[in-house]
């Protein structure tokens, strides 16, 4: 989570303006490229998490991170090449979709959910909380990426940034284990008792009671409201805080900012946002995720709105301290609910099923930002309409019932 938040989720907003003013590049040509990287994210999300169910989260991390840092790797030489300036951008457009991209999707997102959603479930919303830290600490890094590629250069950032996803990565994914009942227990540490224990123990039978859950199919899944209401959920959400992470710096330097102090915001908007992911995630395990979700989701388009009609440090203030814990306090709450409504055993397919209808929202949110960016001169327009259609997310909210299981799976 932290190599995927560093270089990939917010470091892409870092590289962008270097990559494009060193080769001679359009905005929208590389927002094309990361649209059609969503894309194959999107595509291959169910087969990865049939992959994830089958084989265990492990094998594709190990697979996920060698890809991912072979593609930075690679990624350093783009522009360099003696061919063609249309074949450099060919090269940065395979090199990014099929490795970085193709190495995040298989190991660095639900994978290591589906990890985490294996082996908890009474605090479910506070463990993927923790794990999304990474996240944040990744954002946090952002400075110190903008100060090395200030002083040497964006492609040694690259060639850095994928040998440290290959040294921490590659060990620490070996560590991640699949399922409790590999290992002869239960969710939560709990362990299995004796069918005499249980009959003569009433805490055994609590203990029984509280690791047993509904367990859906991926087809009685997807033919319930609640998955699509979910999908459509994950969907709002990352049309608008992806465009915030990767827009955010170009934004800031647009009103006159500098580039490593827009990185500073960059890397402030994760730091504050670093309470909000356990917080929110706390309150979760406690009170209907539904009603912390839209909390979460009103509280990000009053700070994206104010963001954009108030001027210099208070229009900053009010993003920071409005937007910023709330957009990370949603993402560890929306797979947690799914666990909670569709179970355990089959959670990466199922995530991954959800994936392709979120797609469309993630291809389309890099150019329709850029768009409005070209069309207006100003990246404030599209930043209020993102304000906008986060609101439209509480509909997805409030449609959301937990499904009932007619026939157990």
């Known amino acids: ?34 649209s059609i990287a969503r894309l194959e994210g999107g595509v291959m999300a169910p087969l990865m998490g049939y992959l994830i169910d089958r084989f265990g989260p492990r094998l594709l991390m190990l697979a996920g991170v060698i890809g991912c840092g072979s593609g930075y790797i690679l990624l350093s030489r783009a522009g360099q090449l003696p061919v063609s300036d249309n074949m450099q951008l060919l090269y940065f457009y395979l090199v990014y979709i099929l490795l970085v991209q193709g190495g995040v999707s298989a190991g660095m997102g639900n994978a290591p959910t589906t990890a985490v959603a294996n082996w ?68 939560d540490g709990d362990k299995p008792l004796e069918s005499s224990e249980a009959s003569s123990s009433s805490d055994g039978q609590q203990q029984r009671t509280e690791t047993t859950q509904v367990e859906f199919s991926a087809g009685q899944a997807i ?27 170009a934004m800031l330097q647009d009103r006159g ?95 991954g099923l959800m994936a392709p209808v979120g797609t469309v929202s993630m291809v389309a949110s890099p150019i329709v930002v850029s768009v409005i960016r070209d069309q207006t001169g100003s990246y404030d327009p599209a930043f ?14 409030a449609i959301t019932r937990k499904p009932i299981l007619s026939q157990p799976s």
């Open 120 to 187: 908890f479930q009474r605090k479910r919303s506070t463990a993927m909380g923790i794990v999304n830290l990474g996240l944040s600490l990744g954002g946090i890094l952002a400075t110190p990426l903008a100060w090395v590629i200030s002083k040497w250069g964006w492609r040694t950032a690259m060639l850095g940034g994928g040998g440290l996803i290959w040294a921490l990565g590659i060990p620490l994914a070996t560590l991640v284990r699949h399922k409790p009942e590999d290992y002869g227990l239960l969710p």
């Open 384 to 397: 209020m309409f993102l304000g906008v259609l986060n609101v439209m997310a509480l509909v997805f909210i």
């Open 1 to 34: 989570m932290l190599m995927m938040g560093t270089f990939s989720y917010y470091g892409m907003g870092i590289f962008l303006t270097p990559i494009l003013e060193t080769n001679g590049w359009q905005a929208a040509q590389i927002a094309t490229a990361l």
């Open 257 to 351: 900012m500098d580039y490593v102090e827009a990185a500073q915001i960059l890397s402030l908007m994760a730091l504050l946002g670093m309470p909000g992911r356990v917080g929110f995630a706390w309150l979760g395990d406690r009170f209907d995720k539904r009603k912390v979700i839209a909390f979460c989701f009103i509280f990000q388009s009053t700070g994206l709105i104010l963001f954009t009609l108030l001027p210099g440090p208070v229009g900053i203030a009010c993003f920071l301290i409005l937007y910023s814990p709330t957009y990370s306090g949603v993402l560890p709450l929306i797979p947690a609910l799914q666990a909670d409504y569709f179970g355990r055993h089959r959670f990466a397919t199922i995530r």
């Open 223 to 249: 033919r319930t409201m609640a998955f699509w209401a979910i999908a459509l959920m994950f969907s709002s959400r990352m049309f608008v805080t992806g465009s915030v992470a990767l827009f955010l710096v």
